[in-house]
């Protein structure tokens, strides 16, 4: 480049303004969105995507010298879809060039090619170079008087015979790698040590942790790893950065719940609310209402909502910022990049205040460097200004992220023995001691990728980069013989399986000797330490017993029965201790929202006729009319912000098909006796033991014989009477009810398409489903008869459950299954055998 500036200041080639990637590949989108609005038919799902592969493409011609001028390449190009669109793109970006006076380093050499009495008397050596590009070859050509190669990965020596190791799966594999590079370390003083990746893009930062355990650098001694990457991570991808990155995006119309959970988390900002009373309540309130996009509307109210009612707390920094932003009135104003610059400057420093109070470690103060030098870039995109259209705020971000993701993170430290490098890294380079990690079928030789821009035909015919298996075969068979031949001693190592799927080694490598390795993703020095500590544990499943104050505070109903049945444990947590999981997001309604739609669209069929009888004066146009009528009015009762979360879509074809599972209901109605409704959503209270449960009773019907049918909605798949049975029922909600007032029948009302029935028990006549005599497994399981019997064993083990509970029962001692959705595994440690 040097060369090309001092052609320029001799007038040798025309002089133009060089613009680095970041500003290449904004050229780049620009242009493909003129094009794409300009063309119909072109629509792009992801047109960054888009644009780094037309950057990749134009440098791969411009490296390889394919002259898009020539008729004759042209025509080629015109023979494919996607490389014809390429084309009208490449000349575009051209034309973009051209009015702005820029090119990229690549077309700046292209250029210099064609400026006379630029060569020297120098000469150039090149050491272990291999796939030289076209164009750098030309130009050294050009440029010097003479051209020498001193080797090549073709003239490499005697090749060492690696060992190789096979592991059952990849954590095992870099745990290994992780323990051997602490003995290489502290073994001789001198010895280099080389740890390759062949996919350094999958395991860079796996082998990152697991060196940093095995080193024990983490926590207070993360700056202590004594191991060099030749790779960092894209500087987006930096804490500090990030923070700063997600700061900024809050000034969008909706936001993420993560990245908002992230802004209360984080140290980088003027002040963490991580620990306050405010956030937790805005966390639970954002999981409570289970959307991943919040609205920036509805965030802000949800944070004043956090602050409680007394007003005591003090406001979130979030909360303030948010308002700070919105003060700024910058969302629909259009500015240049470096007007952009010092706005995102200001809301960080001054709303955020941003990099945070605390002092930075040498890693962070080397990011919030790198972040100034990002905006600083972005700023530059002035230069390229009158090619691209005024940025709004969030077009603004979104470019100021991508300048961000093309920059690397490179910690600046110590030389260590210890290099972490990619295959391309390696070539040339020697150790004491070498480790080719991921030597699997599919990494290595990597399978060809031919750039779906550029024709295959003439990808193959000048040899371009993962243009066919040949190519990729040789470079990779090369590339293995130099690393064999240029250090000592090679291990090489490769998983079985890859995310549960066999892998099979590098065709390349000689398994014949393979050592098979033990699965192990504990570091070494962790298990020795682990088998000879002495330990302590305590197992105590009693709990204190529940006193007249607490009992006064205790809130529940059946599910407190349930949860004592199902597991001691969770019902000491869950209704004692009060902790709660986060509920998991859904996308549209919810499963509770769906049930409750179908309890509440029922209770108004039932308001509405009261008996049997009246449905079946109705008419089938009319059961339809009522079954749509119901059904919009209980979308309608739902709560406006999960009508907001769900859509207006999803709310239409959910009004649809609670239409269609009313009518489905109606006629398995109809296959009963005569009754009428006697209640809907019934609120009832039983005390046990002084402790009072609240119950609500989804219906209670008369029969047309005087009996009472007690009647429970579901909606699942799977539902058993005999979950109603033992001493430890799973299901002792209806068995409950039946201590509150003399009953004759219960059953569950399985409301779902293709599948609705009654399932019960009782001693009542003219309900499908419902049984009036207990099978033999039923009377075993219950001690009972009959149904007297059934009712009294359903009291005594209702009782015995609601003492257990207030005894201080708290054994972790789950019922089959009863794990399988408890958020509260980590808290009783089954899971490790100590519960």
């Given at each position: 480049m040097e060369r090309w500036q001092t052609a320029v200041r001799q007038q040798a080639i025309e002089p133009c303004t060089l613009i680095d990637a970041t500003r290449e590949r904004e050229l780049w989108l620009a242009v493909i969105a003129k094009s794409s609005g300009a063309d119909a038919g072109l629509s792009l799902?992801?047109?960054?995507?888009?644009?780094?592969?037309?950057?990749?493409?134009?440098?791969?011609?411009?490296?390889?010298?394919?002259?898009?001028?020539?008729?004759?390449?042209?025509?080629?190009?015109?023979?494919?879809t996607d490389c014809r669109t390429f084309l009208n793109w490449w000349d575009a970006m051209r034309d973009a060039l051209a009015a702005i006076d820029c090119d990229t380093a690549s077309g700046c050499l292209t250029?210099?090619?064609?400026?006379?009495?630029?060569?020297?008397?120098e000469k150039v050596a090149l050491l272990a170079f291999d796939d030289i590009p076209p164009l750098y070859q030309a130009c050294l050509t050009h440029l010097s008087q003479a051209v020498e190669v001193v080797q090549d990965l073709s003239t490499a020596g005697e090749k060492n015979q690696p060992t190789v190791k096979v592991f059952p799966e990849r954590a095992s594999e870099l745990t290994a790698i992780a323990s051997w590079a602490v003995d290489k370390y502290r073994g001789a003083d001198n010895t280099t040590?080389?740890?390759?990746?062949?996919?350094?893009?999958?395991?860079?930062?796996?082998?990152?942790?697991?060196?940093?355990?095995?080193?024990?650098?983490?926590?207070?001694?993360?700056?202590?790893?004594?191991?060099?990457?030749?790779?960092?991570?894209?500087?987006?991808?930096?804490?500090?950065?990030s923070t700063a990155l997600t700061a900024?995006?809050?000034?969008?119309?909706?936001?993420?719940?993560?990245?908002?959970?992230?802004?209360?988390?984080?140290?980088?900002?003027?002040?963490?609310?991580?620990?306050?009373?405010?956030?937790?309540?805005?966390?639970?309130?954002?999981?409570?209402?289970?959307?991943?996009?919040?609205?920036?509307?509805r965030?802000?109210?949800?944070?004043?909502?956090?602050?409680?009612?007394?007003?005591?707390?003090?406001?979130?920094?979030?909360?303030?910022?948010?308002?700070?932003?919105?003060?700024?009135?910058?969302?629909?104003?259009?500015?240049?990049?470096?007007?952009?610059?010092?706005?995102?400057?200001?809301?960080?420093?001054?709303?955020?205040?941003?990099?945070?109070?605390?002092?930075?470690?040498?890693?962070?103060?080397?990011?919030v460097q790198q972040w100034q030098e990002a905006l600083d870039a972005f700023a530059a995109y002035d230069v390229i200004a009158p090619a691209l259209s005024a940025m709004d705020y969030a077009t603004a971000a979104a470019a100021l992220r991508r300048c961000c993701q093309q920059r690397v993170s490179q910690p600046k430290t110590a030389d260590s023995r210890i290099q972490v490098l990619g295959l391309l890294e390696s070539a040339g380079l020697q150790f004491d001691e070498l480790w080719l990690c991921g030597m699997q079928a599919d990494r290595f030789p990597q399978s060809p990728r031919p750039n779906p821009f550029i024709p295959s035909s003439l990808q193959r015919e000048r040899d371009m980069p993962r243009s066919s298996v040949d190519r990729e075969w040789s470079f990779a068979s090369r590339l293995l013989e130099q690393l064999l031949s240029d250090n000592r001693s090679v291990i090489t190592s490769y998983a079985q399986f890859s995310d549960g799927i066999p892998s099979l080694p590098s065709p390349l490598l000689d398994t014949a000797d393979a050592q098979l390795q033990v699965a192990s993703v504990v570091p070494i020095d962790w298990a020795k330490r682990q088998?000879?500590?002495?330990?302590?544990?305590?197992?105590?499943?009693?709990?204190?017993?529940?006193?007249?104050?607490?009992?006064?505070?205790?809130?529940?109903?059946?599910?407190l029965v349930e949860?004592?049945?199902?597991?001691?444990?969770?019902?000491?947590?869950?209704?004692?201790?009060?902790?709660?999981?986060?509920?998991?997001?859904?996308?549209?309604?919810?499963?509770?929202?769906?049930?409750?739609?179908?309890?509440?669209?029922?209770?108004?069929?039932?308001?509405?006729?009261?008996?049997?009888?009246?449905?079946?004066?109705?008419?089938?146009?009319?059961?339809?009319?009522?079954?749509?009528?119901?059904?919009?009015?209980?979308?309608?009762?739902?709560?406006?912000?999960?009508?907001?979360?769900?859509?207006?879509?999803?709310?239409?074809?959910?009004?649809?098909?609670?239409?269609?599972?009313?009518?489905?209901?109606?006629?398995?109605?109809?296959?009963?006796?005569?009754?009428?409704?006697?209640?809907?959503?019934?609120?009832?209270?039983?005390?046990?033991?002084?402790?009072?449960?609240?119950?609500?009773?989804?219906r209670i019907d008369e029969l047309s014989g005087g009996e009472t049918l007690l009647i429970d909605y579901k909606t699942g798949s799977t539902l058993s009477v005999m979950g109603w049975l033992g001493g430890r029922p799973r299901a002792p909600q209806l068995p409950l009810y039946t201590q509150t007032q003399a009953v004759q029948g219960i059953a569950y009302a399985k409301v779902r398409r293709r599948s609705s029935e009654y399932r019960g028990l009782g001693e009542c006549e003219g309900v499908p489903g419902v049984s009036t005599e207990l099978t033999t497994r039923q009377s075993i399981e219950s001690g009972a008869e009959d149904w007297p019997g059934l009712i009294a064993a359903w009291a005594d083990t209702n009782t015995a459950l609601v003492e257990d509970?207030?005894?201080?029962?708290?054994?972790?001692?789950?019922?089959?299954?009863?794990?399988?959705?408890?958020?509260?595994?980590?808290?009783?440690r089954i899971d490790t055998g100590d519960g």
């Open positions: 799902l992801k047109p960054d995507a888009a644009a780094q592969v037309a950057a990749r493409t134009r440098e791969d011609l411009l490296r390889w010298q394919v002259d898009l001028s020539d008729k004759g390449i042209r025509g080629l190009f015109s023979l494919d250029r210099l090619l064609a400026a006379p009495n630029v060569a020297s008397s040590v080389g740890i390759v990746l062949a996919d350094a893009d999958q395991d860079r930062l796996p082998l990152e942790h697991a060196l940093r355990t095995a080193f024990e650098c983490l926590g207070d001694k993360y700056a202590d790893l004594p191991v060099n990457f030749s790779t960092g991570i894209t500087l987006d991808r930096a804490p500090i950065v900024l995006d809050m000034q969008q119309h909706r936001n993420t719940r993560a990245d908002v959970i992230k802004l209360l988390n984080s140290r980088f900002l003027r002040r963490t609310d991580a620990f306050g009373e405010p956030a937790v309540r805005l966390t639970k309130q954002l999981f409570e209402d289970g959307d991943l996009d919040i609205p920036t509307a965030l802000r109210s949800r944070c004043r909502r956090a602050l409680g009612s007394d007003g005591a707390a003090k406001p979130l920094l979030l909360a303030e910022a948010l308002d700070a932003m919105r003060a700024r009135r910058l969302d629909k104003q259009r500015l240049s990049p470096s007007q952009w610059a010092e706005h995102f400057g200001a809301i960080l420093a001054e709303d955020w205040g941003w990099p945070g109070p605390g002092p930075l470690d040498s890693l962070e103060y080397q990011q088998q000879s500590a002495v330990k302590e544990s305590l197992l105590e499943p009693q709990a204190p017993a529940v006193d007249s104050r607490e009992l006064q505070d205790i809130r529940g109903g059946s599910g949860d004592q049945s199902a597991c001691a444990f969770r019902a000491f947590a869950l209704r004692r201790l009060n902790i709660r999981g986060l509920d998991d997001a859904d996308t549209g309604l919810s499963a509770s929202d769906r049930g409750n739609l179908v309890h509440a669209a029922l209770q108004i069929v039932w308001q509405t006729l009261g008996s049997r009888s009246q449905l079946a004066a109705l008419s089938d146009a009319e059961r339809r009319a009522l079954a749509e009528k119901c059904a919009v009015q209980a979308i309608a009762a739902l709560r406006s912000d999960r009508r907001e979360i769900a859509g207006s879509a999803c709310l239409a074809l959910e009004e649809k098909h609670l239409a269609a599972l009313l009518l489905e209901w109606f006629d398995v109605e109809l296959q009963r006796d005569d009754f009428t409704v006697l209640a809907t959503e019934e609120d009832r209270q039983l005390t046990i033991g002084g402790l009072t449960l609240n119950l609500r009773m989804d509970f207030l005894a201080g029962e708290a054994s972790v001692a789950p019922l089959k299954g009863a794990c399988d959705y408890c958020q509260l595994r980590p808290l009783c």
